[in-house]
């Protein structure tokens, strides 16, 4: 009898945490993912694989944007010194465990709360500031934040990095310009 009542318990038992584990959300990582490569996808589209120039009174500083793979875009930090990179400080935009996309950028931690391929929307929980990026036209960007001491960044598309840094070092050895000629000079087929 004791063995009856007590297999009788270990059922009822059972069926308790059985019914306790049907009500618990199910997290389904499949969908997770494919919302972030969505996402994924918008950022590119909005920072579109390109070197982009930023000036910030006397100083001019390269910020080149290059994804890799489905979850993970380098950002490329640099500026230039006597017509070649100096100072190259190379980010990531990544996908975490928890499937958040987060941009490790500039020493600070951001999250992504939204994209689309025209603006992002970024949040940093430890000095709960927003960054936004969107594209004021097809040559530029605008990061602004919620922070009152900062203004906003003007971020303008250049050529290729590839073709920025031939012509910047040849720039130095030349004493030319070319650098900053967005005539696009590869051959046409």
Known sequence: MYACNSASNNNQATTTNADTTQNLPVRDEFAEKQAALKQFDALEKLFNNQ??????GNDSTYHYFSRLGKFQIFTHHFSLYRGDSTHLQIDTIQLNNNNQIVWSWQN??????NATAFS??????????????QQKNSQ???VTTNNQTSSAMVL???IP????????HYDYQH????????????KKH
């Not at 070197?51 to 910030?56: C, E, G, Q, T």
């Not at 600070?108 to 709360?113: C, M």
């Not at 004493?175 to 590869?186: E, Y």
């Open 156 to 158: 303008k598309k250049t």
């Open 120 to 133: 992002s929307e970024w949040a940093n929980a430890s000095t709960n500031t927003t960054l936004q990026i």
């Open 140 to 142: 530029q960007l605008v």
């Open 175 to 186: 004493h030319t310009h070319l650098a900053f000629d967005t005539t696009n000079f590869t």
């Open 108 to 113: 600070e931690r951001w999250i992504l709360k």
């Open 161 to 168: 990095i590839s073709l920025f840094l031939i012509r910047s």
């Open 51 to 56: 070197n982009y120039l930023l000036v910030s």
